[in-house]
């Protein structure tokens, strides 16, 4: 999980398309830092993914946010204490 986050400290253009799918549909990456500062900059490549992309910055972090509430909840639902 370390060496993942270093993918964040570049743009998504310089990896190839897998790469690039991955950081934004399984690990949604691209939406921490570069769709918004690709929004913000008005530059970057819209030739792989849509100029759309950029406005679902804030709908990704929500459904994000949700599925990490739901593992939670299911997770404290299932969890039992060693009494101690």
């Known amino acids: 999980l370390q ?3 270093k993918f964040v400290e570049y743009p998504v253009d310089i990896y190839g398309k897998g790469v690039q799918s ?4 399984i690990l949604p990456y691209s939406f921490v830092n570069y769709f918004p500062a690709r929004r913000l900059l008005g530059r970057g490549d ?7 992309f950029d406005y679902l910055t804030l709908a990704v972090g929500v459904v ?8 939670w909840a299911y997770s404290v639902k299932k969890y039992k204490s060693t009494g101690s």
């Not at 991955?22 to 549909?25: D, G, S």
């Open 3 to 5: 060496n993942a986050r």
């Open 22 to 25: 991955i950081l934004t549909f």
């Open 64 to 71: 994000a946010f949700a599925a990490a509430y739901l593992f």
């Open 46 to 52: 819209y030739s792989f993914f849509p100029k759309a």
